[in-house]
């Protein structure tokens, strides 16, 4: 195993004896199908180049792995396009992929000469090159020169994703993280061929984006947080920035205003948006179910209307996320009643609704997704959405909530839906998890972190290490590729990728870390 050497911020990496290529199957998520070729290895030399396909998109995968591999190998490793098929250094192809990697699946060939990453999109292509960084020795992930050999196993994988859509969520109102955190947890995930980054972007404790039409909603809703720090609030460029640089790692950002319950930020900076006409304070505390919007008064639709229309011109994702989750304060009658209304917005917009399960009460609209946040295995607002003909987005909080702790001796995170040890968050198999929903309706998995006991990028971290690449497994790989007992193993050997990195983890007893 390699040896870390942590001083003065700086991590060095010991390099792996030669002839000792990290496993071809030693991989997380684990990838559908993988062949070794006995004997094989390929050692990056250190005139390689990275040759791509001549799609714009697909050079942009060659210079990503270029700036992955170059700080640690000291390489130069050239990219450019080609059209053939290289036989010498790194090759990825948009040709000549075996037809069931489908549209984000890859094809990885290492032979001794070369490696080659073939693939239908640019998405698979992405997934292929996560796939060959964990097959280098750990060392590769330090930002500094580390020596050598840099091999890979020989041998073949051909793989492609369970589900369409593997989530990560990040709760931004409860804190507030700048776009600087945001961003590296997006490369932190992306590692683990993680699709999509909800945004919970409102709640009773912050408002954090800016809406033009309404713009006290960034500037005094977004100006606290709990526990009384400054809050913050992204700009129109910023949310921007935050798209883009999830696009090129191939994550869609899913946006969520949470509505009508979770809105006294927004309800503080606008006393129209109250039913009594009174603007309550700004809140720092972590209760819920308190708050509505005014159900009765026009004034609320406009006001969804055009937060939903400046937060859609932004987005280029599919998803527009209403959450609809804890309204306690709102009856029955007046959730349906504002429900149906606002959803229409989104379609009106090019817009597919997604919301909490909750929102299996409202009528039906178009593709639409309900989250189980759920501790159940039957939820009668979550079957009314199926029976309706929503899809499914799988986050059962006492499996897949990042913000729970580990154990009781866990010093960040609440324990309302349970502790959950590693094992409790990969254990669970989302096609039969609730029995009254059909395995055909499930779209996915979504690993939620909630910040209410989070403060910082570190605390994002050890609340995500190792449970996150856990769910990601999930929802990457097939049911019938994973167990428990091999998946602990290929976890234990990331632990020296995430130290190279820097990243803080939890370094879990059930997990042989290397
Ligand atoms: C429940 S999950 C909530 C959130 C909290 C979370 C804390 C959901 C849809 N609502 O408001 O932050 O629990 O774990």
Redesign the pocket.
Known sequence: AASVIVAAGLVAVAPAPAGAAVSLRSVVPAPASVQPAAGVTHTLAPGAAIRTAPAAQAQAVGTYLAGILRPSTGYALPVSTTTGTPTDGIALLLSGADPSVGAEGYQLDVTASAITVRAQTPAGLFYGVQTLRQLLPAAVEARTVQAGPWEVAGGRIVDRPRYGYRGAML?VS?HFFGVDVVKRYLDEISQYKINTLHLHLS?DQGWRIVIDAWPRLATYGGSTQVGGGPGGYYTKAQYTDIVAYAAARHITIVPEIDMPG?TNAAQASYAELNCDNVAPPLYTGTE?GFSSLCVGKEVTYTFVRQVLTELAALTPGPYLHL?G??AHSTSAADYRTFMNRVQPFAGALGKTVMG?HQIGQADHTPGKVAQF?GTTTSDADLTAAVSKGAKVVMSP?NKA?L??KYTPETPLG?S??GLIEVRTAYDWDPATLLPGVPASAILGVEA?M?S?TLTRLSDIEFMAFPRLPALAEIAWSPQSARTWDDFRVRLGAQGPRWTAQGISFYRSPQVPWA
């Open positions: 709760d409860r709640d979770h819920v959450g989750d804890e909490w946040w909080a909530y913000d729970m609440l309302w839906a939620p909630w209410e």
